[in-house]
Structures are given as C-alpha cells and as structure tokens.
C-alpha cells in the first residue's frame, strides 16, 4: 500500500537573508608543540576560496576581503588547481609593474599575470603534516619565506588534491600572537619572540 505524503509548508525568503557554509572547528589556543592539524585550514570540512585565472587582480582583492582570507587557489573551470594568489600579490607592486609594463591599466590585470604558478609552488605531504607539530609548520614556513603553504594528499582514484592550507597570520593568532604587519619575516619573529618569553 503507498504511503500518501503531504506537501509542507513554504514561506518567503526574507531580506538579507545569507546561506549556510561549513565550519571548521579550530582550537582558539594552540601551543608549539601541538598537532600541526589544529592550525590548518582542512578543505574537506572548510569550502576553498577560489578564482579563475582569468578574473582580475581586483576581483581577487573583492574576494579575499569578502571571505576574510589572504589566499586564493586559481582554478580552471574544472576546477583543477593551477597555481594560486595572495593578498602580498594583489596589494605589492606585482600589478603596478604589469600594468606599465603592458602600457594598461591596473583594472585590466588579471589574476594569471601576477599569481605563483602550480609549478612554482612546493606543496606539504598529508601523511607527513600528521606527524607534526605546529613548531615544524612554522620552521617550515620560515625556511621557505613564505606566508602560506598547501598541503596535498591523494582523492580515492588516487590523483593528488590539495586537501588543506598553513597560514602563517592563522598560526600566530592561535599562538596568541600579536601580528603588526604582513611581512614574512616580521611575522616569524614575533612568533619566535612571543614563544620564547
């Protein structure tokens, strides 16, 4: 015998109304020597920020202030990662220079002109990000003067993906650390000033 069902009640979509995004549960407080896991950025439970290479450099900005992040991965339509773009990008003289270069204007700049390409990126395995401490992440970072590093693993056909990413700013704010200014090497020698007291 069917089952009759009945329809349910609808309403109206109110003003301003905004849409559910996942949440990754971080822990406000991290020590060096915690798991290196409670200060990344895991992909699979956090949407990533994405951009096409063919947007502009102004879009990106749009978009990193909007999602409060200060990196985007550059995808391809279908969204496979082609390199990505970070607010020391789109904010430096990267632009600038392209755009005199090329006689444009700066609103014509796109994201392809002035992000770090996949193949000048170096990416952290996951296996080993699960043995590691915070205290490696940031000595990793440091040695590579970098704000930012991906960390890869491989999806169930076993291609590579990136599956999370280590922020330098994120990492000190859960140290606990007071960040000034977004230079690397300012920022690591907070981080290490701050840590030692």
Do not use: C, W
Not at 124 to 131: I, N, P, R, W
Not at 155 to 161: A, E, I, L
């Amino acid at each position: 015998m069917a089952r009759e069902y009945h329809a349910l009640k609808s309403t109206s979509l109110e003003a301003e109304s905004g849409y559910a995004q996942p949440v990754q549960k971080v822990p406000e407080r991290v020590r060096i020597e915690s798991p290196a896991f409670e200060v990344m950025t895991d992909l699979t439970r956090v949407a990533a920020v994405i951009i096409l290479a063919g947007d502009t450099v102004d879009e990106a900005h749009r978009r990193m202030i909007q999602r409060g992040v200060r990196l985007l991965l550059v995808v391809d339509q279908n969204r496979k990662v082609h390199g990505v773009i970070t607010a020391n990008d789109v904010l430096g003289e990267k632009p600038v220079k392209v755009a005199v270069q090329r006689g444009v204007p700066r609103s014509e700049i796109q994201v392809r002109d002035i992000m770090t390409p996949r193949d000048a990126l170096q990416v952290l395995e996951f296996d080993d990000v699960s043995a590691a401490s915070v205290g490696h992440v940031v000595a990793t970072l440091k040695a590579a003067g970098r704000q930012h590093t991906l960390v890869v693993d491989r999806d169930d056909r076993g291609r590579q993906r990136v599956r999370g990413i280590f922020s330098a700013t994120q990492i000190a704010r859960q140290l606990g650390v007071a960040i000034t200014t977004e230079a690397t090497v300012r920022t690591f020698a907070e981080i290490e000033a701050a840590l030692a007291r």
